[in-house]
């Protein structure tokens, strides 16, 4: 497709339950971010990919999250156990390449609106 | 620890006038500033950005003009259209210090332009 896809658009979870989230990047894109966020806030990083290397996984709240790119296209993350502080839409975004481009940015899907009840 | 500021959480302006938007940051490593324009229920939009090595960038009715002293940058949008009404992110970026490109979100600031 001609953007980021990402699914569902809306999940609803029982807490305790595990929940995946998919992104598919632009064709070709070699970078893929997810952010989470959190209602009145901006979006805040949680890992990177560079093809199917994880490069940065600072942003992961804890070890419930985990987050995969095996094939270096399409991206799942993944929560375990989700609690409802998880509640929050999960953004997607891919870049051509790493660097910023000045006339570029990054590219996000719609996100994913999880609520945790 | 926020690293980056917007202040204002909303901001109202008449069609055709200029609105402001504002954002500050404390980190002088970050070297790349972008901002990104939000709709409901879609995900942000790159708008504009500017790297620290020049203190204005146009694009058509955007600008953004970068004050590296006073660690804040601003967007211009002139003349200001109701299609304008949205969520404002700015955004900032360490490239020569990260080997991942993160970017480092606001708050976000919602613009109304009233007709």
């Known amino acids: 497709g001609a953007g980021v896809s990402q699914s569902p658009r809306y999940k609803v979870a029982k807490r305790g339950q595990d929940v995946a989230l998919r992104c598919d990047p632009i064709?070709?894109?070699?970078?893929l971010f997810w952010y989470q966020q959190a209602l009145g806030q901006g979006p805040e990083f949680l890992t990177y990919?560079?093809?199917?290397?994880?490069?940065?996984k600072s942003g992961l709240p804890s070890d419930r999250f985990f987050a995969e790119r095996p094939e270096g296209s399409v991206s799942t993350l993944k929560i375990q156990r989700t609690q409802q502080e998880d509640s929050a839409v999960y953004l997607c975004?891919?870049?051509?390449?790493?660097?910023?481009?000045?006339?570029?940015?990054?590219?996000f899907g719609s996100g994913t609106r999880l609520t945790v009840v | 620890d926020q690293q980056v500021k917007q202040n204002s959480p909303s901001l109202s302006v008449q069609e055709g006038r200029i609105s402001i938007l504002n954002c500050d940051y404390t980190?002088?490593?970050?070297?790349?500033f972008l901002w990104y324009k939000k709709y409901p229920a879609e995900g942000p939009t790159f708008l504009i950005s500017?790297?620290?090595?020049?203190d204005k960038n146009e694009d058509g009715r955007f600008t953004v003009f970068l004050n590296k002293s006073a660690k804040h940058l601003s967007l211009h949008i002139v003349p200001s259209q109701p299609g304008d009404s949205a969520v404002y992110f700015c955004?900032?970026?360490?490239?020569?210090?990260?080997?991942?490109?993160?970017?480092?979100f606001g708050q976000g600031t919602t613009l109304q332009v009233k007709p």
């Open positions: 975004a891919s870049s051509l390449d790493l660097r910023i481009s000045i006339n570029y940015g990054y590219t």
């Open positions: 064709s070709g894109h070699v970078s």
């Open positions: 990919f560079q093809n199917e290397a994880q490069l940065d």
């Open positions: 980190n002088s490593m970050f070297d790349y």
């Open positions: 500017i790297s620290s090595i020049k």
């Open positions: 955004a900032a970026s360490a490239q020569r210090s990260s080997n991942t490109g993160k970017l480092i």
